[in-house]
């Protein structure tokens, strides 16, 4: 035997532990950098995932700052400073952070906008307040926020923080249809041309012929005698014909309540749709309006529109949202009332509902929200909603 063979067999195994060492450092090779990838695009998802709820926070913020906001809009200039201050929740009220509620993010003036129209020009506190009365929108611009990257920045060209913004817009939409919320009482119109159309031919400002702080009637005294109120003497529809956006037909509870708490699920739109009802419901009525005066946050007495307007701070119980009919009297109550316009009263004195004989009188206001509270709606005489354009 010659030596050869063992030699050649030493080479064979020498080449092959020098082979699988090379294999196996490629594959360490392969292993760390797929890990490093990995880890990479797992810390992407936490970072995109902690950015979207970064963003979701803001967004909401944004959102509710603007319907926190819109809801001041009153026509007036101190609406506009109080939306100012709602938007950017002065009284911290709103839950405004990010950073997983960590970390509070403030509002400055600046960051708040006003505009008559939806796609118009926003412009800030101090011109609002020379066009007060058409201002109907509010935008919150919330200023960008750092988020923090902290595992996908070890990926080349990854920042280690990103801004996050948000903005919203929010105003009063005028109503063509209330589906809750209406008070059981509809004053004929003044003037059919100036309500809105369809009615309406000649309408400037759609308050059908009503004038903002006038006296009207919602319910006449027996035989049109006895308590009157002024300039609005004769306003509605009969001696105590009433409207019934309930549909509660004779069942007295079910209308002292609507007057109480405003119609509920019963959708009222232009047209003939609102329901009547007869009676006076005797001392049950004046009872139950003199309740509503009492829970409003601001029971003050007011004898002119401009001093309620600047001087009004209550949660607005004591304004009623009412349809405004045609001025046609279904006879003996057995059709509804034609609806024009909708509007809305004050009960700007408790002694206005005394005796239960009298007139039921209050001052006529224009427009507000559903909630009851004075809106700026751009003089279009309304019921409004709040909403939340984008």
């Known amino acids: 035997m010659t030596t050869e063979a063992p030699m050649e ?94 970390l509070t993010v403030s509002l400055a003036e600046s960051d708040i906008s006003f505009s008559t129209a939806l796609n118009g020009s926003y412009v800030d506190k101090t011109t609002a307040q020379g066009n007060a009365a058409n201002i109907r929108y509010v935008r919150v611009a919330v200023p960008p926020q750092q988020s923090q990257i902290y595992f996908a920045k070890i990926i080349p060209g990854i920042p280690t923080v990103l801004s996050v913004n948000a903005e919203a817009v929010a105003g009063q939409l005028p109503q063509t249809q209330v589906c809750s919320g209406l008070d059981p009482f509809s004053p004929a119109a003044r003037d059919l041309n100036d309500c809105p159309p369809p009615y309406g031919t000649n309408s400037t400002n759609g308050n059908c012929g009503f004038v903002k702080g006038d006296f009207y009637e919602l319910r006449l005294s027996p035989g049109n005698s006895g308590k009157t109120c002024g300039a609005g003497g004769g306003s509605v529809t009969g001696n105590f014909g009433l409207a019934d956006p309930n549909d509660c037909g004779p069942s007295t509870p079910c209308f002292l309540d609507a007057v109480l708490n405003g119609s509920n699920n019963n959708c009222i739109g232009f047209g003939p749709t609102l329901p009547t009802t007869p009676g006076n419901r005797g001392n049950n009525v004046p009872s139950v309006l003199g309740t509503r005066y009492d829970q409003d946050t601001d029971t003050s007495l007011y004898t002119t529109y401009s001093q309620f307007m600047a001087q009004y701070h209550g949660n607005g119980r004591r304004i009623f949202r009412v349809p405004i009919n045609d001025g046609n009297i279904p006879h003996g109550h057995s059709a509804p009332y034609t609806v024009a316009g909708f509007g809305c009263f004050l009960l700007a004195d408790p002694q206005d509902v005394h005796p239960p004989s009298s007139a039921i009188c209050m001052m006529y206001i224009g427009s507000c929200s559903q909630n009851g509270l004075p809106s700026g709606v751009g003089g279009t005489a309304s019921i409004t909603k709040l909403v939340l354009f984008r």
């Not at 020498?14 to 490093?36: D, M, N, P």
């Open 9 to 102: 067999t030493l080479r064979w195994l020498i080449h092959r532990i020098q082979k699988h060492s090379g294999e196996k450092g490629v594959i360490l090779f392969i292993v760390a950098a797929s890990l490093v990838v990995l880890i990479g695009f797992l810390g992407l998802a936490f970072d995109l995932g902690h950015l979207y709820n970064n963003k979701s926070q803001l967004q909401n913020m944004a959102d509710a700052c603007a319907l926190s906001g819109a809801s001041a809009l009153n026509g007036t200039s101190a609406g506009i400073q109080l939306a100012a201050d709602r938007a950017r929740d002065s009284l911290g009220r709103l839950n405004n952070k990010t950073e997983f509620n960590n």
